[in-house]
């Protein structure tokens, strides 16, 4: 393995640490890439030019565009990620998601089975499952796509340019339209028309009579 990662570096890959790098199938690289310390590479891996893979990452038989950078204890399996993409640190990529150019999927993000568009924003904390969304979709924190009604796995689709508020939860299968807003806290379970803001939470209430078991 290090004779392999060696080899490798004389060909121009930039290996931190030739000691600490696991290569358990065939990994081919680009020009000027990057591998931190404890990356482990499974399958058929390709990296583009100027790939930056962080540390203690984990990528099997995935393709990763030019200018991306990988963050540290991020997992890419059976997956094709774009040009200029920034996924992690902590993200969790599964198979079958093709990640579009120049998108942002941040820390503690899940993905899933699903084609995410250019220029998309799912920076903390969300899943996404089984949906197909278009360019300069923005998640605020703690999106959930919520694909499984119990007995099959439904597909969630949406259009360009719209925005979903943090903690809200899309219940598929539903279509958000082009450039709508979801309200953080939302519960989506029917189509959003395009252009408009929907909100859909229970209205807060105060009990001003309220005397907690605690203060007695």
């Known amino acids: 393995m290090k004779e392999y990662a060696e080899k ?5 890959v930039t290996i931190f640490d030739s000691n600490r790098i696991d290569i ?3 990994l081919t690289c680009g ?4 591998i931190d310390i404890n990356v482990i590479f499974e399958g058929d891996v390709i990296l583009g030019d100027d790939v930056l893979i962080g540390a203690n990452c ?4 995935s393709f990763i565009g030019n200018n991306s950078n990988i963050k540290p204890f991020s997992m890419i399996e059976d997956s094709l990620i774009g040009e200029s993409v920034f996924i992690g640190p902590y993200a969790r990529i ?13 820390n503690f993000v899940e993905i899933k089975n699903s084609n995410i568009g ?11 499952g089984d949906a197909d969304i278009a360019k300069k979709v923005i998640m605020g924190a703690g999106v959930i796509t919520c694909n499984h009604d119990g007995v099959k796995i439904n597909r969630m689709i949406i259009d360009q340019g719209a925005y979903i508020g943090s903690g809200s939860n899309l219940v598929a299968p539903v279509k958000i339209k082009k450039n709508s807003t979801i309200g953080a806290g939302s ?12 909100i859909a939470r229970s209205k807060q209430v105060t009990i001003k009579s309220w005397k907690s078991r605690r203060a007695k």
Do not use: W, Y
């Not at 984990?58 to 038989?61: L, P």
């Not at 250019?118 to 996404?128: A, D, R, T, Y």
């Open 187 to 198: 519960t989506i379970t029917e189509d959003v028309p395009k252009d408009t803001l929907t």
């Open 58 to 61: 984990i990528i099997n038989n």
């Open 94 to 106: 599964r198979p079958g998601t093709n990640i579009g150019a120049k998108s942002q999927i941040g």
């Open 118 to 128: 250019e220029g998309c924003q799912i920076n903390h904390l969300s899943f996404v």
């Open 31 to 34: 020009k000027n890439v990057v």
């Open 8 to 12: 490798m570096i004389s060909e121009g």
């Open 24 to 26: 358990r199938g065939n």
